[in-house]
């Protein structure tokens, strides 16, 4: 059965010894799919050919195939022939979507399109939305997106990318901090301040002009890597908040580098904007993650945040409580007319209101206590000095190192548990350990080929000093051959260590067993013990299968014996033996 699409109809030839050539099938469908094309373009210029010369022309293309099929098919060509008048009244499919028909064409004969598929079809290559030239142009500007796309994405994946954007960072700040001491300058000149006589531009003449363009370098720049992340990271750019806070900046930048003299903008929005760069030096901490030392300051803070509530209230409640009773004993030593003036104003600056009571309490506990103690004790009574060292002996040494030995105990919890941290930690430990071997192996090897045998493993033991350092890091050194041998157990020459495997061995070597080791060596007891009792049942089983086997061949002897015996006939005894059985 050979099926051929046409106009999105099925042309079935149920003849089943009709067998159409590949050749002529193939002559026909390029023939019917050209026609189409050309009469596509025409319909786009305006002219189209009318429907019965186009009916009138498939139906000769389809009645032109080989000899061989011009005396086989004359009754199936009919057929065909009357199926396509029918299908040509259809106007409403006539060449509608003529890019559909060579795929469907494909779909029904799919043994007319194998072994081309490195190559375009006639079809594919008339009815593309776009010619040749525009296909490729468009594969090589994708191609040519893809490697910016990872050349960009290299590049902010790239250690040196974070740290050299944290140096302008901190480069930005110093900037900053120099126009605040510009505009401190400034104020103090207009205030009549005593040491600024002259105004800032006489004082910094350049720094306007800087400041300027300084802004504007800076404001390129950060815009720069706000782009050059959204490119690499596409929609995982806006995952991050601190991306947000990066477009903010550099928003309330470009407002304030506006302002600044090119465009009108509300001083009100000014000072805003100005406000809002402060905030850039907040990327510092994003920043400080390039850093082990700062990154676990900034990752123990955020750790004990919840740690600092709870303190903080303790401490408030605490505080108030004592502000209270404060307030309610001194309330009648304030409002007596008999003391003195002088003496009541410093009590009330310390202790007039539930406001100043709590600023007071919290100054005694954490700051300078001496002044507000001595108030009571001299404008008051002398009493109190028993609540001063009470409050500081209980408040000011017992709860704050209470609270201190919390937020220590959170900072090492979190050194423990963060894995950025840990990871660093074990990398520095590494780094260090490889480099104090290395060093003691350069020393004690000493014809220099590169190689450490058992004499020079014997004479740097030893050295008190190499023996003692080795002690302390876990290194047991008492059996100088036992710890060459397991050194060197994993060396690919035989008597010698290199660099390398000293540093592997002794870093496996030192400390206490750890968890693995005892399982390790659990398992290979284990495992003796399964080998063992298997020899032990291997040998029973032999022993009783040779007992047995002993056995087998004893009852056959026997029995053998015993079947001889009766076949053969009695022995003739002599005549000593009948005298001796008479």
């Given at each position: 059965r050979d099926?051929?699409?046409f106009e999105g109809l099925e042309v079935r030839q149920t003849d089943k010894h009709v067998k159409m050539r590949r050749s002529s099938t193939r002559s026909i469908r390029d023939s019917i799919v050209l026609e189409w094309a050309q009469n596509a373009q025409a319909r786009r210029r305006g002219s189209l050919v009318s429907q019965e010369s186009v009916k009138a022309q498939r139906i000769m293309a389809l009645n032109q195939p080989s000899k061989r099929r011009r005396s086989s098919t004359a009754g199936s060509t009919d057929a065909s022939v009357a199926v396509l008048k029918k299908a040509s009244t259809k106007q409403s499919l006539a060449m509608s979507r003529p890019s559909c028909v060579s795929s469907e064409y494909a779909v029904q004969n799919p043994s007319s399109v194998d072994g081309r598929a490195s190559r375009k079809s006639l079809s594919q290559s008339l009815f593309?939305?776009?010619?040749?030239?525009?296909?490729?142009?468009?594969d090589s500007v994708r191609r040519m997106r893809g490697k910016i796309w990872r050349l960009v994405r290299l590049i902010i994946k790239h250690p040196t990318f974070e740290a050299g954007f944290g140096f302008m960072i901190l480069l930005n700040t110093f900037i900053m901090a120099l126009e605040v001491q510009y505009d401190g300058i400034q104020v103090g000149h207009n205030l009549g301040y005593p040491g600024e006589d002259l105004p800032a531009k006489e004082v910094w003449p350049w720094a306007e002009d800087f400041f300027m363009y300084s802004n504007w370098l800076f404001l390129v720049i950060f815009a720069a890597e706000a782009m050059l992340k959204v490119i690499g990271f596409l929609h995982a750019f806006f995952k991050d908040p601190w991306n947000y806070f990066d477009v903010l900046v550099v928003a309330t930048g470009l407002i304030e580098a506006q302002g600044s003299g090119i465009l009108p903008i509300d001083p009100s929005i000014l000072r805003f904007a100005r406000l809002m760069r402060l905030l850039r030096m907040l990327r510092l901490v994003r920043a400080m993650k390039e850093f082990d030392s700062l990154h676990l300051m900034i990752t123990s803070i955020k750790g004990s945040l919840s740690a600092l509530l709870w303190s903080s209230m303790l401490m408030f409640v605490v505080q108030m409580l004592i502000a209270l009773m404060l307030s309610a004993a001194l309330e009648n030593f304030l409002l007596d007319p008999s003391q003195s003036t002088s003496d009541r104003h410093e009590i009330y600056k310390y202790f007039g209101s539930f406001s100043k009571a709590m600023l007071t309490m919290f100054e005694i506990t954490l700051a300078n206590w001496i002044p507000c103690a001595r108030a009571l004790t001299e404008r008051v009574d002398e009493w109190y000095v028993m609540f001063a060292l009470t409050h500081k002996f209980i408040i000011g040494f017992a709860v704050v190192m209470v609270i201190t030995g919390v937020f220590t105990h959170e900072t090492s919890r979190v050194a423990a548990t963060d894995d950025t941290i840990m990871i660093t930690q074990k990398q520095r430990q590494i780094k260090t350990h490889t480099k104090k071997m290395s060093t003691l192996f350069m020393a004690a090897d000493e014809d220099g080929n590169g190689f450490l045998d058992r004499e020079e493993f014997k004479v740097m033991m030893e050295d008190a000093s190499v023996a003692t350092w080795l002690s302390s890091m876990g290194l047991d050194v008492d059996d100088v051959d036992t710890l060459f041998t397991m050194v060197s157990k994993e060396s690919e020459n035989e008597g010698v260590i290199t660099a390398v495997e000293l540093v592997k061995g002794v870093a496996h070597l030192k400390g206490a067993?750890?968890?693995l080791d005892m399982a390790v060596v659990s398992h290979e007891n284990r495992s003796l013990l399964d080998e063992s009792e298997t020899l032990k049942m291997t040998w029973t089983i032999m022993q009783t299968m040779t007992r047995s086997g002993a056995a087998?061949?004893?009852?056959r002897g026997g029995a053998a014996g015993l079947t001889s015996a009766l076949k053969s006939p009695p022995p003739v005894p002599s005549?000593?033996?009948?005298?001796?059985?008479?």
């Amino acid at each position: 059965r050979d099926s051929m699409v046409f106009e999105g109809l099925e042309v079935r030839q149920t003849d089943k010894h009709v067998k159409m050539r590949r050749s002529s099938t193939r002559s026909i469908r390029d023939s019917i799919v050209l026609e189409w094309a050309q009469n596509a373009q025409a319909r786009r210029r305006g002219s189209l050919v009318s429907q019965e010369s186009v009916k009138a022309q498939r139906i000769m293309a389809l009645n032109q195939p080989s000899k061989r099929r011009r005396s086989s098919t004359a009754g199936s060509t009919d057929a065909s022939v009357a199926v396509l008048k029918k299908a040509s009244t259809k106007q409403s499919l006539a060449m509608s979507r003529p890019s559909c028909v060579s795929s469907e064409y494909a779909v029904q004969n799919p043994s007319s399109v194998d072994g081309r598929a490195s190559r375009k079809s006639l079809s594919q290559s008339l009815f593309s939305r776009g010619n040749t030239r525009s296909s490729m142009e468009d594969d090589s500007v994708r191609r040519m997106r893809g490697k910016i796309w990872r050349l960009v994405r290299l590049i902010i994946k790239h250690p040196t990318f974070e740290a050299g954007f944290g140096f302008m960072i901190l480069l930005n700040t110093f900037i900053m901090a120099l126009e605040v001491q510009y505009d401190g300058i400034q104020v103090g000149h207009n205030l009549g301040y005593p040491g600024e006589d002259l105004p800032a531009k006489e004082v910094w003449p350049w720094a306007e002009d800087f400041f300027m363009y300084s802004n504007w370098l800076f404001l390129v720049i950060f815009a720069a890597e706000a782009m050059l992340k959204v490119i690499g990271f596409l929609h995982a750019f806006f995952k991050d908040p601190w991306n947000y806070f990066d477009v903010l900046v550099v928003a309330t930048g470009l407002i304030e580098a506006q302002g600044s003299g090119i465009l009108p903008i509300d001083p009100s929005i000014l000072r805003f904007a100005r406000l809002m760069r402060l905030l850039r030096m907040l990327r510092l901490v994003r920043a400080m993650k390039e850093f082990d030392s700062l990154h676990l300051m900034i990752t123990s803070i955020k750790g004990s945040l919840s740690a600092l509530l709870w303190s903080s209230m303790l401490m408030f409640v605490v505080q108030m409580l004592i502000a209270l009773m404060l307030s309610a004993a001194l309330e009648n030593f304030l409002l007596d007319p008999s003391q003195s003036t002088s003496d009541r104003h410093e009590i009330y600056k310390y202790f007039g209101s539930f406001s100043k009571a709590m600023l007071t309490m919290f100054e005694i506990t954490l700051a300078n206590w001496i002044p507000c103690a001595r108030a009571l004790t001299e404008r008051v009574d002398e009493w109190y000095v028993m609540f001063a060292l009470t409050h500081k002996f209980i408040i000011g040494f017992a709860v704050v190192m209470v609270i201190t030995g919390v937020f220590t105990h959170e900072t090492s919890r979190v050194a423990a548990t963060d894995d950025t941290i840990m990871i660093t930690q074990k990398q520095r430990q590494i780094k260090t350990h490889t480099k104090k071997m290395s060093t003691l192996f350069m020393a004690a090897d000493e014809d220099g080929n590169g190689f450490l045998d058992r004499e020079e493993f014997k004479v740097m033991m030893e050295d008190a000093s190499v023996a003692t350092w080795l002690s302390s890091m876990g290194l047991d050194v008492d059996d100088v051959d036992t710890l060459f041998t397991m050194v060197s157990k994993e060396s690919e020459n035989e008597g010698v260590i290199t660099a390398v495997e000293l540093v592997k061995g002794v870093a496996h070597l030192k400390g206490a067993a750890k968890s693995l080791d005892m399982a390790v060596v659990s398992h290979e007891n284990r495992s003796l013990l399964d080998e063992s009792e298997t020899l032990k049942m291997t040998w029973t089983i032999m022993q009783t299968m040779t007992r047995s086997g002993a056995a087998r061949q004893g009852r056959r002897g026997g029995a053998a014996g015993l079947t001889s015996a009766l076949k053969s006939p009695p022995p003739v005894p002599s005549e000593s033996e009948d005298a001796h059985l008479s």
